[in-house]
């Protein structure tokens, strides 16, 4: 049976963390709100990439940026050899990028010492359709990361069995998503604020842009914007990006959104 945390379900896979932690410390990779919102007690913050998974829209949030009656939409990343067989409208520009098969993200290290409470943490912030997976995080080049061997990493991926998963192929269209996108909001705030956020804080990891799928409903939810209302929205997640990512680990908890 699966512990509780802080009265929620913890994955009761994540459970085996230590396993692939020796030390006791953890490794966590961020592909999501993880990026911007990282986790607290870190003392390391390393820029790169995991391999063999692409990174969608494909993940329905009935807490953070929707409701339960009016879902809204958060990245998952899937496994590239499944995804292939899903019929994606922007596989063509997918297998035309330089960085195929990689999603980009943050990865973060937490100290032994605080390793238990932030895996905690996590399962109560990931805790609406997301499992736990291990797999290898490639540092980027540029990071100051003590070693460029790839490092072992906990994730939280919304695997396509997960309830919230958008099975219907017409949900995961681009048109249908960016619809979705423009009207959600949930506990955490605006589903647009989500998508603008990922998409600077992708910016600040020194790639210059967002991936395909996410500059393509970056494009779509500005046509469907009230005019200046998405440079303004876009103007303002830049400055949060900044702002959360100054902010010293030690408070992320004291922040009122745990998303």
């Known amino acids: 049976m699966a512990a509780v945390s802080k009265g929620h379900l913890v994955h009761p896979e ?135 061997e790839p490092i072992t990493c906990m994730v939280y991926i919304g695997q396509p069995s997960n309830p919230q998963f958008l099975r219907e192929p017409e949900r995961r269209a681009p048109e249908d998503v960016a619809q979705v996108i423009s009207a959600g909001h949930g506990q955490s705030g605006k589903n647009t604020e989500y998508l603008y956020l990922l998409e600077k804080a992708l910016q600040g990891l020194g790639l210059g842009t967002a991936d395909v799928h996410v500059t393509d409903l970056v494009k779509r939810v500005r046509a469907i914007e009230t005019a200046g209302l998405a440079d303004e929205e876009e103007w303002q997640a830049e400055r949060d990006v900044q702002a959360s990512l100054s902010r010293s680990p030690e408070k992320v908890l004291q922040r009122d959104n745990i998303e």
């Open 14 to 148: 994540g459970r085996t963390w230590k396993e692939h932690f020796s030390k006791g410390d953890l490794w966590v990779f961020g592909y999501g709100s993880l990026i911007w919102k990282p986790p607290p007690h870190y003392d390391q913050r390393v820029p790169g990439y995991i391999d063999g998974f692409v990174r969608r829209f494909w993940q329905a949030s009935t807490d953070h940026r929707g409701t339960p009656e009016q879902p809204g939409r958060v990245v998952t990343v899937i496994d590239r050899e499944f995804w292939e067989t899903l019929g994606d409208p922007l596989a063509e520009l997918e297998s035309s990028s330089s960085s195929t098969g990689k999603v980009w993200g943050a990865a973060y290290h937490i100290p032994a010492s605080h390793a238990e409470e932030v895996h905690d943490y996590l399962d109560e912030r990931e805790i609406d359709g997301y499992s736990v997976r291990f797999t290898p995080f490639y540092p980027t080049r540029e990071s100051s990361s003590e070693s460029q």
